[in-house]
């Protein structure tokens, strides 16, 4: 199974949190959703983001060891359609200018805002929830 997957993440308190190459970023007490790829396998990748236990990779590696990833929803494909899906996001959220998106034009992958609003985009596009294992 392979296409994009989104992960629904709640950052409890205001924090700056250093984040690989980027730098020092503060983040606001919020929900948020970061957008990804998984062309070689969902399964391992979201569940990869579930485990405590990694290197340090991704951007959203650094971010999750303060952050509490809640929920993982995914949209089977075989082209990239991640940017699409992020597109979506920026129409509709606030986003940190750069993160997860360093391999591609978006400006983001990481958006926040009201947990309700963010579940709602979510559902709207169709994407199915993700069984942790």
Not at 13 to 42: E, H, R
Not at 72 to 83: G, L, P
Not at 96 to 124: A, E, M, P, W
């Amino acid at each position: 199974m392979i296409g994009s997957y989104v992960l629904l993440i709640e950052l409890r308190k205001q924090k700056t949190i250093q984040i690989g190459k980027l730098g020092s970023i503060d983040f606001p007490c919020s929900w948020y959703v970061y957008v990804g790829s998984a062309m070689n396998g969902i399964k391992q990748r979201v569940n990869r983001h579930f485990s405590d236990e990694k290197k340090l990779h991704w951007h959203i590696d650094y971010f999750l060891q303060t952050a509490i990833l809640q929920k993982a929803y995914y949209k089977e494909s075989k082209q990239r359609t991640e940017c699409d899906i992020a597109h979506v996001f920026s129409e509709n959220f606030s986003s940190i200018s750069s993160f997860g998106s360093s391999d591609c034009n978006c400006d983001s992958h990481l958006f926040y805002g009201k947990r309700q609003d963010l579940v709602v985009t979510i559902n709207h596009l169709r994407l199915k929830e993700f069984n942790a294992k």
